[in-house]
């Protein structure tokens, strides 16, 4: 459905919804009239949706139902697989970037699929290229000791495989509890920490909680009982009992029926667009206030932009090809036997794509929202298309720039302002307990925001009822008292995006470090006010793996020497950190070796295609020791290259009780904003909205 016929339905579902909510007995005649225009608002846009033509095809648009039912019928057909195969990620096999860039539409295109097949029989996993067009394999290999994210049914089969479990069982009696049905079973990926019965063997560690009739298990974890699940030989083969703490009786929903009283409400805000929307979508392709840009949705990467460019007086200019969250990890603080091995890589080891949810219009996304479907394969190989995957919207951005002029020499006043509007594509993907939303925002002035929300439920750890008072201040090491007999673990969040910026054309970009400082007392510091900012080109990979400064307040660039704006300077885009944090896990622990992203939050790489995951492809069960720190260890140039950015962003959470049980959102992200791109400001040209 085009921008403009949801944007006709979004202007009657929001009539509709404030006529319910006016409570209105009588109506006017132009209530009537407002009614009736917004049902032939409806009505046009369906004829219009039934005229509609195909978006014209563009190489980098994901995989249709009917390519991944392609790509499994060839795979079939070449023997190679069974019908008791299993099909962790079905996605395009992206073209050569000097393919796309040099595409025209109409002209014959390449498409290919790449499918990870994953034989539980004998736990081996293969990677097949399919050429969708000629319908024929390209290349298969196998991947020797390779294990694949943790699959949708294995979460179901870890369930049945526990529950049937008798050590299990007698642990749950011994919590007197009987009604195993009632109890919720978390697997969790298992990491790497040198067991000798784990080698070789597909692994989860299952969690308990028991749920009842209540809508949050976590309020009541089964403390201290760990299975540890072979998913091949479907058994539990260890079983961790750290001893009986009592399970809270609390009950900590978040519904309307258990909240209570709810507050007076605020008067309502509607958001409508009575002209349509300001931006253009076809197929893929978004155009808005001189922006244009592709997105797709990856089974593991989530939202992916694509060939982000800016008009400039007529003229289209890069800015980046690619850009996408890279990795996920959340290691928790605890090091109990229960808890030590509860850090998570939730893009490699579960799939942050697979695990968006459809986005609910008027809470989800606001009233002047459209959504776009996304096509995934399940672990069978069927496609299903999921709806409202995608919200795109505009909001308002507050103040874009103004200034108030005095003029004292005629003794008059002047005043110049602009309302900011702000073009949002989000998702969010909730992966167990936590729910993650992501954000690219466009701004008018050039600007590129990434925003992750983080919101959800927090992690709990059941304590002795006279815990809290005996831990001093109803705290522990490791945790902070959220409820009666329960303790939300300290733990962190941390991000790595992966950023292929084309600034005027990639080919000769280069990363220049900005260093503030202060000068030192002398004749060229009289006052001892004087500051300067350093900039230094980086030259190698390792030269260029940076930790944040706050006391030279540390940004980067990346610049494009060869082309100059009109003050002669070098063209360029800034990466602007927002908040982060550093890890705590010591750099020589088994969570540290795995997530080696995270010992510097800048690093920087020349393009390469086939590195995309800041701690390697295979990262479930992996020993560590792939990615970012394999790559950049032959310290490849990357002055005048195609440079990769990768950024990584973190936040240290310290649970608090407001936070429960369910979390207020928390924020963070980063900025690319244009620094010398332009000559002038680039929003001067937004005229007053009315």
Known sequence: MSADIQAHVRRFLAEARRMRSSCVRTYSPSFWASLLAAALCVCMAALVMAAEAPATKHPLEPLSKEEITTTVEVLKASGKVSDGSRFPIIVLHEPPKDEVLHFTPGSPMRREAFAMVYERANNTTFEAVIDLNNRRLLSWQAMPGAQPAVMFEEFFLAQDIVRADVQWQEAMRKRGIVDFDNVQIDPWSAGSYGFADEDGVRV?????????????????PIEGVIAYVNLNTQQVFKLVDA????VPQATADFDVQAVGTLRTAPKALHVVQPRGVSFDVQGYEVRWQHWRFRYGLHPR????????????????????????LSEMFVPYGDPGPAWFFRNVFDMGEYGVGLLTNPLE??????????????VFADNTGIPSEMPRIVALYERDGGLLWKHFELDTVHKTTSNES???RQLVLGIIATVGNYDYGFNWIFHQDGTLEMEALLTGIMQTKGIPPAGAA?????????????AEQLAAVHHQHFFN?????????????????????????????PYLGAFVVREVVLHTEQEAQRQLNLASSRMWKVINPSIKNALGQPVGYMLVPGENAMPYAAPTSPMRQRAGFLNAHLWVTPYDPTQMNAAGYYINQSKGGEGLSKWTSANRAIENQDVVLWYTMGTTHIPRPEEWPVMPVHRLGFRLVPNGFFA???ALDVPRVE
Request: aromatic share 10%; proline share 7%.
């Open 204 to 220: 989860v560690r299952a969690l308990s909680y028991y749920r009842g009739s209540v809508k949050n298990p976590y309020a009541r």
């Open 243 to 246: 001893g009986v703490v009592p």
């Open 301 to 324: 990467e989530g939202l992916v932009l694509y060939t982000v460019s800016y008009e400039d007086q007529g003229r289209w200019r890069s800015v980046l090809y690619r850009a996408s």
């Open 361 to 374: 219009p008027f809470a989800d996304a606001p009233d002047n929202a459209i959504f776009f479907p996304a």
């Open 418 to 420: 602009r309302r900011a």
């Open 470 to 482: 005996a831990q001093g201040h109803g705290n522990s090491d490791h945790g902070h008292v959220v």
């Open 497 to 525: 995006f992966r950023l292929d910026l084309d600034v005027d054309g990639g080919a000769g970009n280069s990363v220049v470090e900005m260093n503030t400082e202060a000068l030192p007392a002398g004749p060229s510091n």
């Open 680 to 682: 002038r400001n680039p």
